[in-house]
């Protein structure tokens, strides 16, 4: 089995109930964002899958999560990579996803809250990145903190729509980006929000 068939595989397992705790979840097995709290959403299921897949992740990877959410999206990482590092700007809410994440019985996700836009250059740099909130532009700080080979996914656009972008790092430093197709995504609260 692929690496990508056993995340698609944890993926159908994954039981998207235990990360919502309000009357939404009900709906937890339908293939939409729902609320969460805090003008935040847990993202629809086939998105957040198609976000990890886009990482290329592998059992080494160390990566950069930003906007921790309900932790649904941190638990498809943590299954699959050696260290996570992630960052949520409401403290109610990274709270309640590092609880969730230890009943699940996860020890390799570090948690902090703060400005994502920035990053968390402590750990820098990371092989993968992963943002979770729409940016108005490319935070240069996640750009310096990708590491030499690594991929970042990340919505870049305006309110309504943005573009969900691939952006690679080569082995020398240089910058493409790919367009995954167009995504609506809560704001990237800080200096790049939309």
Request: hydrophobic share 35%; proline share 3%; no cysteine.
């Amino acid at each position: 089995m692929s690496l990508n068939e056993e995340i698609f595989d944890f993926y159908k397992r994954l039981d998207r109930s235990l990360f919502i705790d309000n009357e939404f979840r009900e709906y937890a097995g339908e293939d939409k964002a729902l609320p969460i709290g805090f003008e935040q959403t847990i993202s629809q299921p086939s998105l957040v899958l198609e976000m990890t897949l886009h990482l290329d992740l592998n059992k080494e990877s160390k990566v950069l999560e930003i906007g921790t959410g309900s932790g649904y999206q941190t638990a498809l990482l943590a299954e699959f990579s050696r260290e996570i590092y992630s960052v949520e700007r409401i403290s109610e809410l990274s709270q309640k996803a590092q609880e969730r994440l230890s009943k699940l019985g996860y020890k390799n996700v570090s948690f902090r809250v703060g400005d994502g836009s920035e990053g968390w250059i402590q750990y820098a740099p990371y092989e993968r990145i992963i943002v979770t909130a729409g940016a108005g532009i490319i935070p240069k700080e996640l750009i310096e903190q990708l590491a030499l080979g690594g991929k970042m996914v990340i919505p870049v656009g305006k309110k309504e729509v943005q573009e969900l972008n691939l952006i690679s790092k080569d082995k020398q430093g240089e910058i493409t980006k790919e367009s995954l197709g167009k995504v609506r995504f809560v704001p990237l609260v800080g200096k790049y929000t939309y």
